[in-house]
Structures are given as structure tokens and as C-alpha cells.
């Protein structure tokens, strides 16, 4: 696809359930970025990927938080034990090289609206 | 440590107007500063950068934003206000020159009234 694409768009857990949410880079995107966007807020950096090296992990909340991308591709995002303050929209957006350069910029998802009963 | 403050939760305007939208940073060092947009259930798209050099950055869709240094501000600009324009902006900010810790402000929201 010519765009980032996450799924599901829409989840919905049970307090203690765990997901799983799942984002499609640009192909051949080097760095992707994962942000925690609460209703009314603006998006807070979670963590991000240079390829398969999760180079910081700093804005993820708790421990229950987890994110890989095994083969520097598609990236998963899980959040164990869900819990209602984790309900957010969850944004993916990758870009083809880690700087901010103005040759460079960052493509957005749509985002998973995770809502936790 | 970084911060950016937009002034105004809900901006309202009637079409043909100047859009003005607000935002004033805080970096220690020489920022790099982001206006996204963002249309309900779609993603933030990058609607312009400051990054080194002059001052006045234009973007896509007619809007432009002003670096001003001495006023720690990069307000957002359009001279005539669409229709198509309604949507929320977001006003950002790096002090790392890069993507992995920018910080984005709460969001204003614009309205275009007909």
C-alpha cells in the first residue's frame, strides 16, 4: 500500500484482556514511531524503531506495554492486562530515515481507537 | 526539557478569513517546529516544518508558519479560510533534530463557518 496502515481501527478489550495492535510502514521505511493519543490530547511518544532495534522505549507507560518489530517491517504494539486508562487511540507512523531533516518526513496511520471496558 | 502551548482549544472562522492558529514552544537548544492537521478518523499529516534556515516556512494547502526566535512562537497562518480546512492542528516540537521525541501540543480545533 502507498501508506501506513494499523490494525484493527477499532478495538474493544475487557479490563484485564490483552491486545494486540498491529502497524504496516511504508515499505522500505527505516524508523517507525508509535504515539498514545487520549481523547482531547495530543499524541504522546510511546517508543520507536531504527529497523529491528527498538532504540527507546522511554514513553511507555508500565511494564504491561510492549512493542517489537522482528524483521525491521511490520510492527506489534501489545498492551497486557488492559486497563481503562489505556483506553487512547493508538498512532504508528514510520519515515524513511531517522532525522527530522526537511528531506525527510513522517507518514502517519490512522490509528487504533482501543476503548477498555 | 520541551513544551509547546497552543493557544486556544477551538478556533473559529468564517470562510474567506484569515486563519490565524497560535503556538508558542519552550527548547533549550534550536527547536525544530511541526504544524500536522488531522481529519477525524484519519492520521496527523504534515502540513509544514521549520528546521534551519529562513524563518517562513510554507506548506501544503496554502498555510504557512512564521519561526520567530525572539517571541518563542510558530503561529499558523492562511490568508482565506476553506471549508475543507476544518480539522484539528497540531503544533510540535524537537530538540533532537529528529522524529524519536517530538512533543505535540493539546490541539486547536478549527471551525469554518459558512
Known amino acids: 500500500g502507498a501508506g501506513v496502515s494499523q490494525s484493527p481501527r477499532y478495538k474493544v478489550a475487557k479490563r484485564g484482556q490483552d491486545v494486540a495492535l498491529r502497524c504496516d510502514p511504508i515499505s522500505g521505511h527505516v524508523s517507525l514511531f508509535w504515539y498514545q493519543q487520549a481523547l482531547g490530547q495530543g499524541p504522546e511518544f510511546l517508543t520507536y524503531?531504527?529497523?529491528?532495534?527498538?532504540?527507546?522505549k522511554s514513553g511507555l507507560p508500565s511494564d504491561r506495554f510492549f512493542a517489537e518489530r522482528p524483521e525491521g517491517s511490520v510492527s506489534t504494539l501489545k498492551i497486557q492486562r488492559t486497563q481503562q486508562e489505556d483506553s487512547a487511540v493508538y498512532l504508528c507512523?514510520?519515515?524513511?530515515?531517522?532525522?527530522?531533516?526537511?528531506?525527510?518526513?513522517?507518514?502517519f496511520g490512522p490509528g487504533t481507537r482501543l476503548t477498555v471496558l | 526539557a520541551q513544551s509547546v502551548t497552543q493557544l486556544g482549544s477551538h478556533v473559529s472562522v468564517s470562510e474567506g478569513a484569515l486563519v490565524l492558529l497560535r503556538c508558542n514552544y519552550s527548547s533549550s537548544v534550536p527547536p525544530y517546529l511541526f504544524w500536522y492537521v488531522q481529519y477525524p478518523n484519519q492520521g496527523l499529516q504534515l502540513l509544514l516544518k521549520y528546521t534551519t534556515g529562513a524563518t517562513l516556512v510554507k506548506g501544503i494547502n496554502g498555510f504557512e508558519a512564521e519561526f520567530k526566535k525572539s517571541e518563542t512562537s510558530f503561529h499558523l497562518t492562511k490568508p482565506s479560510a476553506h471549508m475543507s480546512d476544518a480539522a484539528e492542528y497540531f503544533c510540535?516540537?524537537?530538540?533532537?533534530?529528529?522524529?524519536?521525541?517530538?512533543?505535540f501540543g493539546t490541539g486547536t480545533k478549527l471551525q469554518v463557518i459558512p
Open positions: 524503531f531504527q529497523n529491528e532495534a527498538q532504540l527507546d
Open positions: 507512523a514510520s519515515s524513511l530515515r531517522l532525522s527530522g531533516a526537511s528531506t525527510d518526513t513522517q507518514y
Open positions: 510540535a516540537v524537537s530538540d533532537s533534530g529528529g522524529y524519536q521525541k517530538v512533543t
